[in-house]
């Protein structure tokens, strides 16, 4: 990287071990797992042994992973997916009003199908209250889908509480852990999950790969009709070069996530007190203890967190002002008008987010740069005082 790259949270680059471990599978090791001569044998054997690896990973069964070509497939089969095989059982489904913009959409077009859908309200920090949950759940429910942490202002749900909960009333609980992968310890069994979504280059493997954790027992209908590949829930030839990836990464992560863990709260509390210590008028976004351990996120009165993102990149550092999955639209993040925020609040915010390959001179750079430039544009701005 040329200049400093603090928006992990958008994109990872992918790890030189995760590249190294893929490229025989683009050449020499190019079976179909569907076919049935020695080629086909090799790649099916690979196939399903970094299943279990991956499966390992997050406590599951082997038979539980079901790979897909990223999250927001992974977000569509688990939501789609369960509430058309389960529509006999009722029409409700309660997702919170933080969810990832793919996660928003689907609950959209289910409303659009005859569902009917709860979006519960978050507090100030973020996270969703265990009560107002259990006052939304009806005898309708099927599937509560709450995302493991936000992508955007970090802050981390009780999510095994919520699994618990859902699991005592009988309803399905999905969570998309995109933002967390890597960075927590999910575990589907002790998280209570019925379905998890978790994507490979959130955790420095290649795009395009996901998987979709579907706990024994749960029903979904297939979205995607073929071949009847992933035990017929997803059908096309599986990834196997981004498969292998993601199982080397998923090996990098369980030897070296503990000690990464520890680096980026370092980075991230520095840049939170420094930040917090220097520029006047600055507040953090999101919760003050239950965040992403890589996750610093402002809002600076009287500017834009657009043009503190320009000016930045000018000096060649890379931040951003929220999702990079919505940063074309001109609306404010939703997930900042959720805690309560005002328009002109949630405009002026910054996230940064470190990652593997950060070092302690970003954030002193950033420290060096940030103060000045928020006073220059506090100076060009009409509606600061
Ligand atoms: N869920 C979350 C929480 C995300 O941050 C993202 C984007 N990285 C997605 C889903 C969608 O992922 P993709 O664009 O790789 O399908």
């Not at 409700?92 to 933080?98: A, C, F, G, K, R």
């Amino acid at each position: 990287m040329n200049g400093i790259y603090l928006d992990y949270q958008s994109s990872k680059p992918v790890d030189p071990r995760v590249v190294e471990a893929m490229l025989p599978y683009f050449r020499e090791k190019f079976g179909n797992p569907s076919s049935l001569h020695l080629e086909g044998d090799q790649a099916t054997e690979v196939l399903e042994n970094c299943r279990e690896d991956i499966a390992r990973f997050i406590h599951a069964d082997k038979d539980e992973i079901i790979f897909t070509s990223g999250a927001t497939e992974s977000n569509n089969l688990a939501l789609i997916g369960f509430a058309l095989r389960n529509r006999n059982k009722g029409n409700h489904i309660v997702i919170s009003e933080i969810e990832h913009i793919s996660v928003h959409n689907i609950a959209k077009f289910l409303e659009k199908s005859g569902f009917e859908v709860s979006r519960i309200p978050v507090d100030q920090y973020g996270r969703i209250s265990l009560q107002k949950l259990h006052d939304r759940i009806t005898e309708k429910t099927i599937l509560v889908s709450i995302g493991y942490a936000s992508n955007e202002i970090g802050t981390i749900q009780l999510v095994s509480e919520i699994g618990k909960l859902c699991r005592e009333k009988g309803i399905a609980f999905h969570s998309d852990a995109v933002a967390a992968e890597g960075l927590l310890p999910v575990d589907v069994t002790k998280d209570n999950l019925d379905l998890l979504t978790l994507s490979s280059n959130d955790i420095y493997g290649p795009k395009g790969l996901g998987i979709l954790y579907v706990k024994e027992g749960t029903k979904l209908n297939t979205l995607m009709i073929g071949g009847g590949q992933e035990r017929g829930l997803r059908s096309g030839t599986e990834n196997i070069p981004a498969i292998v990836g993601m199982r080397k990464t998923v090996e990098i992560m369980q030897k070296e996530m503990d000690i990464e863990v520890k680096r980026f709260t370092q980075y991230r509390d520095e840049l939170i007190r420094g930040v917090l210590e220097t520029i006047p008028k600055c507040h953090l976004n999101g919760h003050p203890q239950h965040r992403l351990p890589n996750n610093a996120h402002f809002r600076f009165d009287g500017i834009e967190g657009e043009s503190l993102l320009l000016s930045l990149k000018d000096k060649g550092i890379s931040v951003s002002t929220g999702s990079a999955c919505t940063s074309k639209t001109l609306e404010p993040s939703h997930t900042l008008i959720a805690l309560g925020l005002l328009h002109e609040e949630a405009h002026g915010s910054l996230q940064l987010t470190c990652g593997r390959f950060s070092q302690p001179k970003d954030v002193e750079k950033v420290m060096e740069v940030l103060p000045g430039v928020v006073e220059r544009l506090r100076k060009l701005s009409p509606i600061y005082r």
